[in-house]
């Protein structure tokens, strides 16, 4: 007698292998799962499902054999949960702010504002989209990761640089 889940180590175990219809049949098993897993949470069940199964095929080599597959795919899917729900928290506070009568400007005095963009223009273009991505919009990293193609652990480094970039210039300004 054969263990539904000892199948799925197999199947992961042909897939690491090299066999890519062993992946398909181990996608057929979990996918229905996955999608119910976060169906629960009121989240797009196919959408998540897939970038789950995507995350499982990008990180396959980060699978220890000796490990349940399922409980592996499902702390994936966890992350993947999470990641969705603080980013719908972050759109919503976001969506509240620019909704609002009263502009944000009108919050900072105008000789800080003009200190603020002085000290913006010492970053890169590219550093300054990304800041203002994460920052204002709220769009986690590994968002960022996906839409440029660079590790998320990249873009953490460039915000973490940039942001001591800008409190050493604020510093030396006063």
Avoid at 78 to 88: C, G, I
Wanted: aromatic content about 8%; glycine content about 4%.
């Amino acid at each position: 007698l054969v263990l539904p889940s000892m199948d799925d180590e197999v199947l992961m175990t042909q897939f690491l292998d090299g066999d890519r219809c062993a992946f398909g049949a181990l996608d057929g098993r979990v996918r229905p799962r996955l999608r119910r897993f976060f169906e629960r949470y009121g989240l797009d069940g196919e959408e998540l499902a897939q970038h789950t199964l995507f995350q499982v095929v990008t990180r396959a080599h980060q699978y220890r054999r000796e490990e349940p597959v399922r409980a592996w795919i499902f702390g994936i899917a966890r992350n993947v949960a999470f990641d969705s729900l603080r980013s719908a928290r972050r759109r919503r506070a976001y969506a509240v702010k620019t909704t609002s009568a009263e502009p944000a400007t009108d919050l900072v005095p105008v000789e800080h504002r003009t200190d603020l963009t002085r000290l913006l223009k010492r970053l890169e273009p590219v550093t300054l989209e990304l800041l203002r991505r994460h920052h204002v919009e709220g769009s986690t990293f590994a968002e960022l990761a996906h839409d440029c193609g660079a590790p998320s652990s990249t873009l953490k480094v460039r915000a973490h640089r940039a942001y001591r970039v800008l409190r050493l210039a604020s510093i030396s300004a006063r």
